[in-house]
């Protein structure tokens, strides 16, 4: 509580934080499309196009440049407009004496469980890189049984029972039925397959 | 016109293209009743299945996985308030306090005949409407065309909620950005690919709506942990109630169904705006127009506040198809998808298609309305048993979603680098979702990007590189003038209170 009334934060979360996250976004699309004209000078034009009207630059100066534009809008138009700062500041002086009030947004704020996402992220970069050398079936059951285990998942036997036959089936499927060559994978030739 | 409806309820009637309608619908209304999961993830789920199809064929697929998807949606959104789709959302303001008075059979058979009513209609409009502008449309010039993308990207900006007009904005610009890596369409010079091999193609268009629409709603549902299934377990446990309506029921919503189909389905031409928009204008003009007690039970569980929605929304799918068919020009996010998967079928949809393919044009038309057919005689009985469907458990569902999206994009290339690349863009995704960023104008920008590009070098090479195209020929200055107002008045309207003051929060 005592940090949550620290005096420059003070009462102001509730708009502002929406606001700071606009100017943020918009100061990262603002550097995203310098980059990207920068970078779009690099791009190679055939010596008999330099006197066209219209070259392979063209487009991309042009997106720079409305992404430029936007993006200095919208750093114009974030700020904390009037209407919420006289709001943040009758907040302040409630808060003088509202001590029990609690902060607006922090209770309400649903929990994000960013830690399960990034191990997702990571079981699906980590498929990607398996789906060669462990070929499709192996690849893909581990892949299902580790997503099924992040999301909490225990039982061993349902583990095994909701990956193996699904993608046994979904292979039987795709090379037999498709007929859609899926690479064995090294494992397989290792293991002394064809 | 009669001989292409024929030549199309031929196509359309063949045993296989019969089946695809069946399993669209069928898929659709599975998917998009899924939380979190919409027609574009739906669409772009079934895209990696149709590539060895014939275009008609996965066209009507897709049609019917596009109703079957918004249906869906209506389903959880009465059932477990949780519209799976943002057109459904107006659904539930009286479809679920229906539910929970017992009365969820009626208020699901309701939303069911709504849907095919005002997808009948639509489909009958859009009969004679595509037509009438393929013809109008086969003048257009290349500056006519990119002066009709500009008007159709920053329409869906412009239609965006409130104070997101400047983010929708920035997201069309962010996809043509990424739509510019690769090589380039007209002279095959590499752009931005930081001679990296698996650029030199570009993003695909798949990698990218699978990537921001499918993975990234389905991880953010592990993100945001709702507890739908356990709702969906007691919604679905206590049977439904019955489907019947009353004769005077039908009578009292029958006017409703009419306003709101012809509603929706110019809201649906209109490009940029959908679904989501219909419904609600529908919503708000039957409200509107009820008198006394028939006023008072919006919100509360009135069958007219459930049929207006429902009929726009299905009638805005019909009509959204308008632009795309004749033009070429996607007015929604899920057209986009569906312009992507017909330009990878080998079919560039604008008014030569009509002249073209005009078997892919009436099948297509046709099929729609053997989708509503079908979604009306098949997924209303079917609908207690898909909606158990619901209750599986997250566990496994999203590991499986994660699994097809990633599956779908790999069988297309055999590209591992693809999977990387996926998955940085959907993380990408979550973050710019989070902090308010829609993702529809990201995918347009993307799928126009190429066109675009190729109607401005055209139109400046006939010009001899001076803009003055934009004003010359009173087709695109029109265009030109439309677009200007569609995109000043949002923005005005959005700097505006700032200065003023004491003006009360945002309007409509």
């Given at each position: 509580m005592e940090v949550w009334r620290a005096p420059d934060a003070r009462?102001?979360?509730?708009?502002?934080h929406a606001m700071t996250t606009d100017r943020v976004s918009a100061l990262v699309f603002l550097a995203f499309s310098i980059a990207y004209g920068v970078l779009a000078t690099e791009i190679p034009v055939p010596p008999f196009m330099s006197?066209?009207?219209?070259?392979?630059?063209t487009m991309p100066y042009a997106l720079s440049a409305l992404g430029i534009a936007l993006a200095l809008a919208m750093l114009a138009t974030s700020g904390p407009p009037r209407r919420a700062r006289t709001e943040a500041r009758a907040a302040e002086d409630l808060g003088a004496d509202a001590?029990?009030?609690?902060?607006?947004e922090k209770p309400k704020a649903p929990e994000m469980r960013w830690g399960k996402v990034l191990i997702l992220a990571a079981v699906m970069c980590l498929y990607g890189l398996t789906l060669k050398p462990l070929g499709f079936i192996v690849s893909t059951s581990l892949f299902l049984i580790a997503g099924y285990l992040v999301l909490g998942e225990r039982r061993v036997w349902i583990l095994l029972a909701a990956s193996i036959p699904i993608v046994v089936a979904f292979w039987a499927l795709l090379t037999?039925?498709?007929?859609i060559y899926l690479d064995p994978g090294a494992l397989f030739s290792w293991l002394g397959g064809r | 016109m009669l001989e292409g409806i024929l030549s199309g309820a031929a196509t359309a009637f063949t045993p296989i293209n019969l089946m695809m309608v069946f399993v669209g619908c069928f898929a659709g209304t599975f998917i998009g009743m899924?939380?979190?999961?919409g027609p574009i993830s739906a669409i772009a789920l079934m895209i990696p299945i149709t590539y060895g199809f014939d275009p008609a064929s996965g066209m009507i697929l897709m049609a019917g996985v596009y109703y079957g998807a918004i249906f869906g949606g209506s389903t959880s959104s009465i059932l477990?308030?949780?519209?799976?789709?943002?057109?459904?959302v107006a659904t539930a303001f009286d479809g679920y306090p229906l539910a929970r008075q017992g009365f969820a059979g009626k208020a699901l058979a309701t939303a069911a005949y709504c849907s095919f009513a005002g997808g009948t209609i639509a489909a009958i409009l859009l009969l004679i409407a595509a037509p009438a502008l393929a013809q109008v449309s086969l003048s257009f010039q290349s500056a006519d065309y990119f002066a009709l993308m500009v008007l159709g990207l920053t329409a869906v900006s412009a239609f965006a909620a409130p104070g997101q007009v400047l983010k929708a904005l920035i997201m069309t610009v962010l996809g043509l950005m990424l739509s510019t890596?690769?090589?380039?369409?007209?002279?095959?010079i590499q752009r931005?690919?930081?001679?990296r091999l698996d650029l030199i193609d570009g993003i695909s268009f798949l990698l990218l709506a699978m990537a921001t629409f499918a993975l990234s709603e389905a991880l953010m549902s592990v993100l945001r942990e709702d507890k739908i299934s356990d709702e969906a377990r007691a919604a679905t446990k206590g049977g439904i109630g019955s489907l019947r309506l009353k004769a005077s029921e039908v009578k009292s919503i029958a006017p409703t169904v009419g306003r709101s189909s012809i509603i929706g389905f110019f809201i649906g031409v209109?490009?940029?705006?959908g679904a989501t928009i219909a419904s609600f204008l529908a919503y708000g003009m039957e409200r509107n127009i009820a008198r006394g007690k028939e006023r008072e039970k919006f919100g509360k569980g009135s069958l007219k506040g459930l049929a207006a929605p429902e009929t726009a929304n299905n009638a805005a799918c019909s009509g959204s198809f308008v632009p795309l068919l004749?033009?070429?020009?996607?007015?929604?996010g899920t057209t986009a998808i569906m312009l992507g998967a017909l330009i990878s079928y080998g079919v560039q949809p604008g008014p030569r298609l009509f002249v073209d393919a005009p078997q892919v044009f009436w099948s297509v038309i046709v099929s729609m309305y053997i989708g509503n057919i079908i979604l009306l005689v098949l997924n209303l009985p079917l609908i207690p048993y898909i909606a158990r469907?619901?209750?599986?458990?997250?566990q496994f569902l999203v590991p499986l979603i994660l699994f097809f999206s990633l599956i779908g994009v790999y069988l297309v290339?055999?590209?591992?680098f693809d999977i990387q690349m996926m998955v940085f863009f959907a993380l990408g995704a979550i973050v710019l979702r989070l902090v308010g960023f829609p993702m529809a104008p990201l995918i347009l920008g993307f799928i126009l990007g190429d066109l675009m590009e190729d109607n401005l070098r055209r139109a400046l090479s006939i010009s001899d590189g001076s803009i003055s195209f934009l004003w010359e020929r009173p087709i695109t200055l029109t265009i030109m003038i439309l677009t200007a107002i569609i995109v000043l008045v949002p923005l005005i309207k959005a700097i505006r209170p700032r200065y003023a003051g004491e003006t009360a929060g945002e309007g409509g």
């Open positions: 009462g102001k979360q509730g708009m502002s006197s066209e009207p219209f070259t392979p630059r001590e029990a009030a609690p902060p607006p037999q039925l498709l007929g | 899924l939380p979190g999961l477990i308030n949780a519209p799976g789709v943002a057109g459904t890596i690769g090589t380039d369409p007209a002279i095959g931005f690919t930081f001679g209109l490009p940029g705006a004749t033009l070429g020009i996607p007015g929604s469907l619901l209750a599986v458990p997250k290339s055999f590209n591992t």
